[in-house]
């Protein structure tokens, strides 16, 4: 029973991971659309006078993806911003045990926190269908 179990949620990570990495891939593209469309606001604003907001919005949604939805493929693929003094000199045991402490002490408690400090505001924003207020 607990080889099944065992090999159940090897699958089920398996799954994860090429969830994270085809997102990952997907929202990588996200960062030329932020340039092409900034470039786009820049041109039309100054050069043809005209703006849309929508356009500008887009910009900062994307940024966003770029961060939530990229987080975990940067952390499969190992690739976060560590502080060097206490991680570069450490055996890959001892790293491994940085990241498992770190997450647990730092990451889960911040967001957390953050779930805890902002859900009413989110609960408010949400029971009255609240968007930005330039969407024109």
């Not at 398996?14 to 929202?27: E, F, L, M, Q, T």
């Not at 967001?111 to 609240?130: M, P």
């Amino acid at each position: 029973m607990p080889y099944r179990l065992l090999e159940d949620l090897q699958r089920w990570a398996a799954r994860i991971d090429r969830v994270s990495r085809s997102v990952g891939h997907i929202v990588a593209w996200f960062t030329l659309g932020m340039v092409l469309v900034t470039c786009a606001v820049v041109l039309l604003r100054y050069g043809f006078d005209l703006g849309w907001i929508a356009m500008q919005e887009s910009v900062v949604y994307m940024h966003a993806a770029v961060f939530m939805l990229g987080a975990a493929y940067t952390l499969q693929a190992d690739e976060h911003v560590r502080v060097d003094i206490f991680y570069r000199a450490r055996s890959p045991r001892t790293r491994a045990w940085i990241d498992l402490l770190g997450t647990a002490f730092f990451l889960l408690p911040v967001c957390a926190a953050l779930v805890w400090f902002s859900w009413d505001y989110v609960a408010a924003s949400w029971s009255v269908h609240e968007g930005s207020r330039e969407a024109g």
